[in-house]
């Protein structure tokens, strides 16, 4: 069963978010945003798609969180199941479900982030029908400066060739060189 989440929740909005971030550590060179994330949650349940699956039992086993980013576009913050609860569509249902409340209220488009390394994610985003839109790339500045350092000094090039047939090379350098200021 899915369902809203109330003010009453937060509790297990919280674990829930915090097992997803346990789970899925962000990139080790980011630092952590938890706290700032779990106080814009507590807003996202009175504001946004705050929706909780729950099994049988009644026990919370999958969270998914959407709010809307724009007129036609809105952003699915999270979706997380359980490890027990995985592979019985549960993630599937939670982000129907709030695809159709956003396409009530008018939205268009559903965007999410996903971590490179989270390949089960990405595959599941695919599937569903998620395009990349755009790609955040890094790269450790030290390693980027030393990258990107002119050189000092000549620099010079060259080209190996192996072929049994010398008038064929000879005639592309001929072609070749007139072109590249050389004679």
């Given at each position: 069963m899915?369902?809203a989440?109330t003010p009453?929740?937060?509790p297990?909005?919280?674990?829930?978010?915090?097992?997803?971030?346990?789970e899925?550590?962000?990139?080790p060179?980011r630092?952590?945003?938890s706290?700032?994330?779990?106080a814009?949650l507590e807003?996202?349940?009175r504001?946004?798609?705050?929706?909780?699956?729950?099994?049988?039992?009644?026990?919370?086993v999958?969270?998914?969180?959407?709010r809307?980013?724009?007129?036609?576009?809105?952003f699915?913050?999270?979706v997380?199941?359980?490890?027990?609860a995985?592979?019985?569509?549960v993630?599937?249902?939670?982000?129907r479900?709030a695809?159709?409340?956003?396409r009530?209220a008018?939205?268009?488009t559903?965007?999410l982030?996903?971590l490179?390394s989270n390949?089960?994610?990405?595959?599941?985003?695919?599937?569903?029908?998620f395009?990349?839109?755009?790609l955040?790339?890094?790269a450790?500045?030290a390693?980027?400066?030393?990258?990107?350092e002119?050189?000092?000094?000549?620099?010079?090039?060259?080209?190996?060739?192996?072929?049994?047939?010398?008038?064929?090379?000879?005639?592309?350098v001929?072609?070749?060189?007139?072109?590249?200021?050389?004679?």
């Amino acid at each position: 069963m899915i369902r809203a989440a109330t003010p009453d929740d937060l509790p297990v909005v919280r674990e829930l978010w915090l097992a997803f971030e346990a789970e899925i550590p962000d990139a080790p060179h980011r630092d952590s945003d938890s706290e700032e994330d779990l106080a814009a949650l507590e807003a996202t349940v009175r504001d946004g798609i705050v929706l909780l699956a729950m099994d049988d039992g009644e026990a919370p086993v999958g969270l998914a969180v959407a709010r809307r980013t724009g007129d036609r576009v809105a952003f699915l913050d999270i979706v997380y199941v359980r490890e027990e609860a995985r592979r019985d569509g549960v993630g599937a249902d939670l982000v129907r479900e709030a695809a159709s409340q956003l396409r009530a209220a008018g939205v268009e488009t559903l965007e999410l982030e996903v971590l490179a390394s989270n390949a089960d994610a990405r595959a599941i985003y695919d599937r569903w029908g998620f395009q990349p839109v755009e790609l955040t790339l890094a790269a450790p500045v030290a390693a980027l400066e030393s990258r990107l350092e002119r050189p000092t000094g000549p620099t010079f090039g060259s080209i190996h060739v192996q072929t049994d047939d010398t008038g064929a090379v000879e005639r592309a350098v001929h072609k070749i060189l007139p072109r590249l200021g050389q004679s």
